[in-house]
Every structure is written in structure tokens, then in C-alpha cells.
């Protein structure tokens, strides 16, 4: 019975998206929070079941070269953190009068979620381009819910360069076709040929197509935009959820390892790149983007160095970034503002969450971050390849230094009397993401044994 | 005959999809970059539906008077997705670009860039 749980997994998400729509200002949160815990309860057991293998679901019947497979692996158990961070997201803008909790933002989110789910449990390439479409196209009317002057044309520069990267995917799935006569990820992996200029021309269409959607330098041009004007709560699944798919895209290509060496140089460009770029932003939001692409950088080079930490730091990532984000959008909240300084002494709770949050990012031990940059460095050393570990640290250490003088900014200036604490709807998702973040950086151990590349 | 000859319909869908990229980079309209993008997914439909033909093939359906051999029906039913694909993303694109003349009263790249 456990396959049929696979297509219900995706339908949840998708027809509570295409139902929120009838449900009043008032219900559609509770609605949407409905149907992403049952996602997340579905996804829980699933995962909980990895251990006796993969589990697969041959749509309608048909034998899996031919029909369409669901799979679900350790990298679809990815799904449990969609589930989970975009219902804190709604959580978290409850009671707001913003887009995001009207009937039709929670059904675009809820269609972003199942994309993003189906994207996740896809086992054959064009499966994988529907789900990648549907997951853009909500993402891109996500950031379009922002009433920030600027929002429409952000929200039209992500669309533009998703949908050419979105052709040039679905350009390569039809030359994988050609060359191997079938669509289904297993079976293409064995009857790829060994080379030639198709072949080529395909791998690396899959990777600039999924690196521009990951936003890799220098790929990432769009990114900062749609992530700094977006909604806060749209931010937090647009940078810890959506800008994933597009690694684990990548990891979901065939012969990526013929790729090695242009994802080593792609990931330190990124992860030097992104970490600069963040130094210089005098705006929270923007600063957040920036280290997005930094992180994006750890976790390419990680794809080429060591999978095992790359994976683990998908996960980790998404959870301190949503987190980071969310705390952003308390701020902004309770300042009316983007103006940020010295709020941080009016709002503790929500400032030593974000403190918690920026040591996950730069990866200070014993938070969430540290696990996926120990294992990529280790792998850059184990691979002879000293010069990555020293562009890693050096990021880090940037990044350390773009958080800290945010945090000074935040907590060392007068505090503004006018200002309170977060409200309790905010501070609750912020703080069990931040907790998760802290759990996450403990079991470190056990997550490398889980994902176990 | 010359390989190129042969192939005619894949250099036919290259020349296609580079107008449609040279307008989306180049044009500073931001409906005819929606167009570029358009003609581009053109390009790349018929790449994969001239891919599943076949020399004097048959339509696939099988039943009497059928004869092999048959075309592949798999890229066409690819295709079909993904002009469904093509369409919404079009949709959206338009809808964003009336909010942004609404708030700009311009769709030409070079005003914006002063305005925003």
C-alpha cells in the first residue's frame, strides 16, 4: 500500500491550492496550514520508511521504463521541509492584511509547494520540467505579491531569465531523448552514451538552466531583487526552498561528474562572489539575498568535492535562511521601515533569534551551518584541492563580518523606545525554525549517515 | 547529400531559437522580450517534434489499414505540455508587465532603468 501514499503526497498540496481560492480572508490561512500539515505528516512517514529502501510508484500501472515513476529518496525527503517551513510562513503572516494570507496567495503558495513536492519525487526528466514550471511560475507570482514599488519589475526580470533557463532545460530533456529513447532518470543513465557533442550540449544545458534557477554567480542577477522586494514570508520560501530545486536539479542530472571541475570553479565563484556582494548591502533584506548566493556557492562546489555535505547543507540551509528571513520581516514589521537601527534593543527575542540564525550561516559550531562547510572542506582536502577549503574559509569569514556589523547595527545603537517585541504569531515560527537549526547542527553524524552518498 | 541538407529541420529550429534569444537579450521592449521568449519555446517544440519523426512514418495508431513503420507519439505528447507550459508562463508575463506600466506608465527597459 505505502507506493500510493507517492501521488497523494503530490495531490495535497496541489488541489488545496486550486480550492483555497473558495475559502474567506479568514478561514484561507487555517485552510492552508491544514493542507500543508497533512503534506508534512505524509512526507514524515515516508521518509520514516526510507530505511527499508527506496520507494517507487509506477503512475497508472505502466512498467517503469515506459510509464511515468514517482520515486521517493533521501533527497525527496526534502519534501517534509517544504512542508514545514512554507506553513510557518503562513503562520508567520497570519492576521497580516498582506497578499500572502489572502485566499489567493495561500493558493499560489500551496501550488508552489506541491511544484516544489513534485519536483522532489519526479523520477523521469519531464515530470521534472512540469513540476519545475509550476513551482517557477507561482514563485514568480509570489514575488508579485509584494505592494513595494519595484516588485513588478523584479517579479519580471526572475520571470524572464527562469522561463529562458526553463527552455533551455526542456531543450536538454529533448536531446537526452533523442540520444537515449527514453525519459525515465535510471534508465538514461544507462544508455547514455559516453560522449559527443549532443550528449554535451545537453549536460550542459540541465546545468546552466538549474544553476541560473539556484542563482549562481554569475547567474544570480536576478536573485537579490525578487528576494529583497518579495514579501518577507515569500523571501523565506523563496530563498530557503525554491533556489534548492535548482541543485537538486543538478544532482538529479545525468553524468554530472564529467561537470567536476566547472562546478568547482562555478561554486568558489559563487561562494567568494555572493559573500563580497553581501558586504557592501546597507539593506537587511538584500543582505540576506546576497548570502543566499554565497550559500548556493557551498553547495556546488559541495555537488563536485562531497555530495554527502552539499545535500545535508540543502536542508540546513533552508531552515536557518527561512528563519533569517522571517526574523528580517519581524523587524521590518514592528519598524514600519526598512530603517533597522537600533531596533534590535526594543526587540530581544527576535534579535538573539537572528544572532543564532547568522551563526548557523557562517557556520559556527554547534549550529545547523557547520556540518555541510566541515564536510565540503574535508572533501576539498581529501581531494587534494586545498585552494577550495581556503576560499570556503574566507567566505565564511566575510559573511561573519556582513552579520556582525548588521548586529551592531542592530543592537548598539539608542534603542527606539517606540518599538516592541514581535508579535507572538511571528516570534513562534522563528524561534522553532531557529531551535530546528540548533537540533539539525547536532545530529549532524546522523544526517551523513542518512543521506550516505 | 551534405549533413546540414539532411538536417534541415534542426538547423531550421537553431535559427529560430537565436532570433528568439538575440530579441529577448537584445530588444529593450519588454513585450518583445516576452516574444523573443516565445519564439525561442517554438524553436525548441519543434526540435523535439521533428525528433520523433520518422521518414514515410504513420501516425501511431494501431487498428486496421495501420502500417509500420509508426512515428514516436511520445514527443508529441510532450509537446503538448509544453505549450500548456508556454501559454501560462505568458500569461503571467503579461499580467506582471501590466502592473509594471501601471506603476512605471513605461515598458521600454532604457526609462525604466531612470525611473527605478
Known amino acids: ?29 487555517v485552510w492552508g496550514l491544514g493542507v500543508l500539515a497533512a503534506t508534512l505528516g505524509v512526507a514524515l512517514g515516508l521518509t520514516g520508511l526510507l530505511a527499508d529502501g527506496v520507494i517507487s510508484y509506477p503512475m497508472g500501472g505502466w512498467p517503469v521504463p515506459f510509464g511515468i515513476e514517482l520515486r521517493f529518496d533521501v533527497l525527496s525527503a526534502f519534501a517534509t521541509a517544504v512542508a514545514l517551513i512554507s506553513a510557518l510562513a503562513i503562520w508567520f503572516s497570519s492576521g497580516s492584511q498582506g497578499r500572502v494570507t489572502s485566499p489567493e496567495g495561500i493558493a499560489v503558495l500551496l501550488l508552489c509547494a506541491g511544484g516544489m513536492v513534485g519536483f522532489l519525487l519526479a523520477a523521469d526528466y519531464f515530470t521534472l520540467f512540469v513540476f519545475l514550471e ?14 513595494e514599488r519595484g516588485a513588478g519589475i523584479a517579479a519580471f526580470r526572475y520571470l524572464l531569465m527562469g522561463a529562458a533557463a526553463s527552455i533551455v532545460i526542456l531543450l536538454s530533456v529533448g536531446l537526452l531523448y533523442t540520444l537515449t529513447g527514453s525519459l525515465n532518470m535510471g534508465d538514461v543513465r544507462l544508455r547514455l552514451p559516453d560522449g559527443g557533442l549532443p550528449l554535451y550540449l545537453a549536460l550542459g544545458g540541465f546545468t546552466a538552466g538549474f544553476l541560473l534557477k539556484a542563482a549562481a554567480f554569475p547567474l544570480h542577477v536576478w536573485l537579490p531583487d525578487a528576494h529583497a522586494t518579495a514579501p518577507s514570508a515569500v523571501s523565506a520560501i523563496l530563498s530557503g526552498l525554491v533556489v534548492k530545486m535548482g541543485v537538486i536539479g543538478l544532482l538529479r542530472t545525468p553524468g554530472l561528474d564529467q561537470l567536476h571541475e566547472l562546478l568547482l570553479w562555478i561554486g568558489a565563484a559563487s561562494l567568494l562572489g555572493g559573500a563580497l556582494f553581501a558586504l557592501v548591502q546597507d539593506d537587511l533584506k538584500r543582505l540576506l539575498a546576497y548570502s543566499t548566493v554565497s550559500n548556493i556557492g557551498l553547495i556546488v562546489l559541495g555537488l563536485a568535492l562531497h555530495r554527502t555535505g552539499a545535500t545535508i547543507h540543502i536542508l540546513n540551509h533552508a531552515v536557518v535562511k527561512a528563519a533569517l528571513f522571517l526574523a528580517a520581516g519581524a523587524f521590518i514589521h514592528r519598524a514600519g521601515s526598512r530603517a533597522l537601527e537600533g531596533i534590535g534593543r526594543s526587540m530581544p527575542v527576535t534579535t538573539a533569534a537572528f544572532a543564532v540564525g547568522a551563526m548557523a550561516v557562517i557556520g559556527i559550531p554547534p549550529t545547523a551551518g557547520f556540518t555541510g562547510k566541515w564536510l565540503v572542506t574535508l572533501g576539498a582536502l581529501h581531494a587534494g584541492r586545498p585552494v577550495f577549503a581556503v576560499i570556503l574559509l574566507l567566505s565564511s569569514l566575510i559573511l561573519a563580518l556582513c552579520y556582525a556589523r548588521f548586529l551592531v547595527a542592530l543592537a548598539f545603537r539608542p534603542a527606539r523606545a517606540d518599538i516592541r ?33 | ?17 537565436c532570433i528568439g534569444l538575440w530579441t529577448l537579450i ?16 517554438t524553436a525548441v517544440f519543434a526540435f523535439i517534434v521533428t525528433s520523433g519523426m520518422i521518414e514515410g512514418g504513420d501516425a501511431p495508431i494501431t487498428g486496421p489499414g495501420a502500417e509500420l513503420p509508426f512515428m514516436s507519439p511520445i514527443p508529441h505528447a510532450l509537446v503538448l ?36
Open chain 1, 1 to 29: 500500500m505505502t507506493p500510493h501514499w507517492l501521488p497523494v503526497l503530490i495531490a495535497i498540496p496541489i488541489a488545496g491550492g486550486v480550492l483555497a481560492p473558495v475559502f474567506s480572508r479568514r478561514t484561507a490561512s
Open chain 1, 134 to 147: 509550476i513551482l517557477s511560475i507561482s514563485a514568480y507570482g509570489m514575488v508579485a505579491m509584494s505592494d
Open chain 1, 421 to 453: 517585541e514581535a508579535p507572538v504569531r511571528m516570534l513562534v515560527p522563528i524561534l522553532l525554525l531557529v531551535a530546528l537549526s540548533l537540533v539539525l547542527g547536532l545530529v549532524g553524524g546522523r544526517l551523513a549517515e542518512f543521506v550516505g552518498f
Open chain 2, 1 to 17: 547529400m551534405s549533413p546540414l541538407l539532411e538536417n534541415l529541420d534542426y538547423v531550421a529550429t537553431t535559427i529560430l531559437f
Open chain 2, 26 to 41: 537584445a530588444d529593450s521592449n519588454l513585450i518583445k522580450k516576452v516574444m523573443g521568449l516565445n519564439i525561442m519555446e
Open chain 2, 81 to 116: 505540455t509544453g505549450i500548456v507550459v508556454a501559454v501560462s508562463t505568458t500569461a503571467v508575463a503579461l499580467a506582471l508587465l501590466l502592473r509594471v506600466h501601471r506603476e512605471h506608465g513605461t515598458l521600454d527597459i532604457d526609462e525604466l532603468r531612470g525611473r527605478w
